[in-house]
């Protein structure tokens, strides 16, 4: 039998996956006291299944109540799945603020959205490709690798309608992240020189949008990294340079500005852009439309009136448009179980796709 990081162990016909019961462990938020409980075990024993390098593995009947208790497919278990992402991979935002349950949950749908697109590769054809940036030079000038890739995207200089839809159209996947891990603001990485998106639809659709755009700035500006959470500081302030810069181009948002910066107008005038009020008060200020006084001022009005939480007059929230086309041909060509060849099962595919499953479909769903 051999002993590594991906070993697996027959148990009869099943081959038990050790990583994914620590997926499964961090996903629901169990200690090692907890599984044992479950199982009616020592937490020695616990330890055992959970490391690669022990050949110790539950019974069948121990996997079937490790599924039903924790509301995973049987299958999920006997992934034969082998990517495995590691956090020097991922932009996380606010990376030490983050507790490790959360990161190795926000890891784990990583790897279940890298096992979803190789699936819809095998199934769909002529899925946009991603071309990458054309824009080496200016990885040290975030404001202007932001207005270069507008252009390279033909964008112009109006609001950008749905940036989802944007980066979808050019390759770049875009997930969600579920809400038991909301405390996860919005992540990205490569994988196989691919990018993949998480967003956070817990937060407002104007504060995603902005968030969708800032991990974009981190697939311009830092995909040579070795290890992204090597000066983090910087980098996360440089995303922030590029998302306000790709979502209000500097020389269209300063012309258009209303003379009149009253607190009515400055909500007109984010909704027109689809940023947050805040995004945009910044954005004024830094582009010397409003003093320091003044923003000062609106800092402090906004936070009175709630607005650093709840948007004033909020904007319709974003989908995805090819992934909702994706589901849709799939229902079609497979039928309405064809998450069955997905071994973490229904509810995490639908988590992770917006919900768009389950919109488009209503089943009666069992545990697979």
């Known amino acids: 039998m051999k002993l590594g990081t991906k070993m697996r162990v027959m148990t009869s016909n099943f081959e038990f996956n050790k990583h994914r019961l620590k997926i499964a462990k961090d996903l629901k938020g169990k200690t090692n006291k907890d599984l044992a409980k479950i199982l009616s075990c020592t937490e020695v024993t616990i330890s055992n299944y959970l490391n690669e390098n022990k050949p110790s593995v539950p019974d069948f009947e121990k996997i079937v109540r490790l599924s039903e208790s924790l ?4 299958s999920f278990f006997n992934s034969t799945f ?9 932009f996380f935002r606010s ?30 054809s002529n899925l946009p490709a991603f071309q990458g940036f054309d824009i080496d030079t200016l990885v040290n000038e975030p404001e202007k690798a932001a207005l270069t890739l507008r252009g390279d995207w033909q964008l112009g200089v109006l609001p950008i309608k749905n940036i989802i839809a944007l980066l979808e159209s050019h390759g770049i996947a ?4 579920p809400l038991e891990v909301k405390e996860v603001d919005a992540f990205s990485f490569y994988h196989d020189g691919r990018p993949i ?42 995303a922030d340079k590029f998302a306000s810069s790709f979502l209000m181009p500097k ?35 830094v582009n010397g439309l409003l003093t320091d006084w003044h923003n000062r001022r609106n800092c402090i009005e906004f936070s009175k009136r709630g607005y650093s939480k709840t948007e004033p007059d909020p904007i319709e929230r974003e ?24 071994d973490f099962g229904y509810q995490i595919l639908d988590d992770i796709s917006f919900n768009l499953i389950s919109e488009n479909i209503k089943p009666k769903l069992k545990l697979l």
Do not use: C
């Open 319 to 342: 989908k995805p448009i090819l992934l909702n086309k994706i589901v849709k041909v799939l229902l079609e060509k497979e039928g309405r179980n064809f998450y069955e060849n997905l």
């Open 95 to 124: 990376y030490s603020r983050i507790k490790a349950q959360y990161r190795n949950s926000a890891r784990a749908y990583s790897e279940f959205a890298i096992q979803t697109l190789e699936y819809f590769d095998k199934k769909i």
């Open 197 to 238: 998106v998480f967003l956070n639809t817990a937060k407002s659709a104007e504060r995603m949008r902005f968030d969708a755009a800032h991990e974009l700035g981190h697939l311009v500006l830092h995909s040579d990294d070795k290890n992204v959470l090597e000066n983090m500081k910087d980098k996360e302030h440089e």
């Open 251 to 285: 020389e269209a948002f300063v012309a258009m500005a209303p003379n009149n910066l009253s607190l009515p107008n400055l909500i007109n005038y984010k909704k027109y852009w689809k940023v947050s009020l805040v995004a945009m008060n910044y954005n004024l200020h």
């Open 174 to 177: 875009v997930f969600r992240l």
């Open 71 to 74: 509301n995973l497919p049987f």
């Open 82 to 90: 082998d990517i495995q992402v590691a956090d020097e991979q991922i």
